[in-house]
T-cell receptor
């Protein structure tokens, strides 16, 4: 158990809908990262927050957004869902952010199925 | 980080044999190289990592080697056991953001 929690574990929804995925980082960690894992694209970095502020963006679609709250939990919002958004979504956390890369610890993931 | 290539995509070994997975990267600024193990239905688990000022690091049956000149690093698992069966991902980073390889499915047969 990494100490990172994600809810829900599974999510099934229809095209065009909007969903929210939630992540709580390990105790003491200030950074939260979101990743998408699909069979053809592997593990893709989406976005990074540190202590409530966005620090880096990866291959995140404009239909997707995220935020990190004062209690450090984070939410990933996916809207206007398409079939191709079906994937595993992982959250990871680390202690810090800066010139040195910190170890990232992953949560168990949320499996999103868009029908 | 930019691209990272990982080979092989699948690897089958007999219990007790060694397994080696290799990754190459292109960004000369990369300085952090983790390896993750992902079991079915679970999130990736950090198993070992190495930074650019070190050439090799060991932890019991697993080791990672880094060749910065050639821009490649490898995961070595000795005395493999059936519970080592999983997908292994290499990663690289120069500044906070990790880029991952496509993964290697390791199957250890009893």
């Amino acid at each position: 158990d990494s100490g990172v929690t994600q809810t829900p574990k599974h999510l099934i929804t229809a095209t065009g809908q909007r969903v929210t995925l939630r992540c709580s980082p390990r105790s003491g960690d200030l950074s939260v990262y979101w990743y998408q894992q699909s069979l053809d694209q592997g593990l893709q970095f989406l976005i990074h927050y540190y202590n409530g502020e966005e620090r880096a963006k990866g291959n995140i679609l404009e239909r997707f957004s995220a935020q990190q709250f004062p209690d450090l939990h984070s939410e990933l919002n996916l809207s206007s869902l398409e079939l191709g958004d079906s994937a595993l979504y992982f959250c990871a956390s680390s202690v810090g952010w800066g010139a040195s890369t910190y170890e990232q610890y992953f949560g168990p993931g949320t499996r999103l199925t868009v029908t | 980080g930019e691209n990272v290539e990982q080979h092989p995509s699948t690897l089958s070994v007999q219990e007790g044999d060694s397994a080696v997975i290799k990754c190459t990267y292109s960004d000369s600024a990369s300085n952090y190289f983790p390896w993750y193990k992902q079991e079915l239905g679970k999130g990736p688990q950090l198993i070992i990592d190495i930074r650019s000022n070190v050439g090799e690091k060991k932890d019991q049956r697993i080791a990672v080697t880094l060749n910065k000149t050639a821009k490649h690093f490898s995961l070595h698992i000795t005395e493999t056991q059936p519970e080592d069966s999983a997908v292994y991902f290499c990663g690289e980073s120069g500044y906070s953001t990790l880029t991952f390889g496509k993964g290697t499915m390791l199957l250890v047969s009893p």
